[in-house]
């Protein structure tokens, strides 16, 4: 008999700050969120503090009373995470360690450590383990191993065990090896993507739990993750999707996109990334059921201007409808964002509609073109079917005349085969 080790359930206690400028509704909505991210990681929240304070105390983040009240707290509750919704400089981390005896956390934190959780592809856990140590390196102090040692659980799994005694030398040394080994991979999936660049490329992003991965499965016919959590996904996946006989695309499943996502981890997630950067066709998917939707797409949108992938076709995917009761509300979001669907991914509602939507967009960005072309050359044909779609041909006497459609990005293809048939 094997015992499988049970992870501790940690009782954590999160911490908002509200001011005139961030209302203590909006704070309550980014702490409702930050109580599902403590939930992926494991965590039971056992209550949220808003402290209403017009300035960022720069030794404490909060006032010097609430930090007060706070350690009380955690001492006599035996609370052993506290988790603030904005990220804590290391000075003011440790000094709030020196009070508030037990572990802290911020937001950027708690993110990477469920990263830690969920990855599970080589790349992915390359790319997690260097936005931990790049976090961590200007947190590298005895304190933070002493602590670490002491605690454990979230917030300390992967590198955060085995690398935080060693010296910010060999931290870098670590780094830099990680970043080698993401560029190998960033050009083995260059080479990929242009195995198939004669394909229309659409990607779906979105703010993270707003179904991307059940609209995958439901247009691939896949089996991707589906788990109604935070960052259910983080690999990029890229499956064939037929539209219609003659309309195929390559479809890619990115990982989710939330408020205040840690720099680290754009940065080093930025090969999965170039799916996004990549397509032809983005597919914002919304839920449309959620109270913050125009920050969701605030924020999705703030993401793809840092990837300079704000400028492209974009389809406005209005998902979970089936969850709105008032259907006006559905048709004004198609009023206002003019290329736009509203569907149920998860009850398959308005699919046709989402697919002759991402039909459209991809016949606008293919030309039609005639050519006549002598016997001899009638080898060019098929070669122009493989990469377009052949409309019309007509045998004359002394030549043949054929008539297709062929995607902009490949007319430089067009022209090679052209040459190499002269």
Known sequence: MHNIEV??????LLIGVSSSSISKGVTEEHLEELTRLADTAGAMVVDTIIQNKESMNPALFIGKGKVDEIGERVENEKIELVIFDDDLSPTQSRNLEKVIKCKILDRSGLILHIFSLRARSREARTQVELAQLQYLLPRLTRQWTHLSKQYGGIGTKGPGET???TDRRMIRTRIGHLKRILERIAQQRETQRQGRSEFTRAAIVGYTNAGKSTLMNLLSNSEILIEDRLFATLDATVRGVTLSPAHKVLLSDTVGFIRKLPPHLIASFKSTLEEVIE?????HVVDASSASLDEHITTVNSTLESLHS?????I??????DKVENRDYVFGLMREYTSSVAISA????NIDALKETIIEQMDKQFVEKTLTLTHQKHQLISKIHAIGEILEKKYENDHILIRFRINQKDEGNLQRL???AE
């Open 279 to 283: 397509a032809d066709v983005l597919l």
């Open 346 to 349: 998860s009850r398959g509602i």
């Open 310 to 314: 704000l400028d492209k076709p974009t």
């Open 163 to 165: 690398q935080i005694e």
């Open 316 to 321: 406005m995917v209005f998902n979970k409808i």
């Open 418 to 420: 052209m040459a190499q």
């Open 7 to 12: 992870p501790k359930i940690e009782k954590a």
